[in-house]
């Protein structure tokens, strides 16, 4: 029975042969994939305790589990881009109550919380990271913390 391929279209570009992923089994049990970039690489939250970024690279299909910024105790990857650049979401408890803060991998051993690189509003802070274009335009969240209301940003990259 032949393969199916997957093609991927781009204006001005055409068409391009996407690589195989893996399938379902091959993901160990205990990881939540939960990005994909076109040449395979996998993004997501490994199911340790507390739960932790990773990396699933699709040339060798080994998996890093990704830094936490300082006071960080839990974190998640949502999306991956074409430059490896990762966005997601880590936090910390204060006095009880969670802090999430947005962050961003440019590479998979260098973190940043994107709060450093914006400014905000006294009460507010980036807190998640859901997806990210090839550019590096971040889409996130920003939220009051005298409301708990989050509502959406785009990030553009400078």
């Known amino acids: ?14 068409a391009n ?3 195989t ?7 160990p049990l205990g990881y939540r994939a939960i ?18 970024p990773f990396l699933l690279a699709s040339t060798d299909l080994s998996i890093q589990l990704l830094p936490l910024i300082s006071k960080a105790t839990w974190g998640d990857a949502s999306a991956i881009n ?3 650049e990762i966005v997601g979401t880590q936090g910390y408890l204060v006095r009880g109550q969670s802090v999430a803060r947005a962050v961003l991998w440019r590479t998979p051993s260098s973190v940043v919380d994107l709060n ?9 802070s980036l807190s998640i990271a859901w997806d990210l274009n090839d550019a590096g335009d971040i889409i996130a969240g ?9 509502r959406g940003c785009i990030l553009v990259k400078q």
């Open 1 to 14: 029975m032949p393969v199916p391929l997957r093609f991927e279209w781009r204006v001005g570009r055409g």
């Open 17 to 19: 042969v996407l690589p």
């Open 21 to 27: 992923l893996l399938s379902v089994s091959e993901i």
């Open 35 to 52: 990005g994909v970039n076109a040449i395979g690489d996998i993004v997501g939250t490994a199911a340790t305790s507390p739960a932790r």
């Open 82 to 84: 074409e430059l490896g």
């Open 116 to 124: 450093s690189l914006v400014s905000l509003g006294k009460s507010e």
């Open 142 to 150: 920003i939220e009051n913390s005298s409301t708990s209301v989050i």
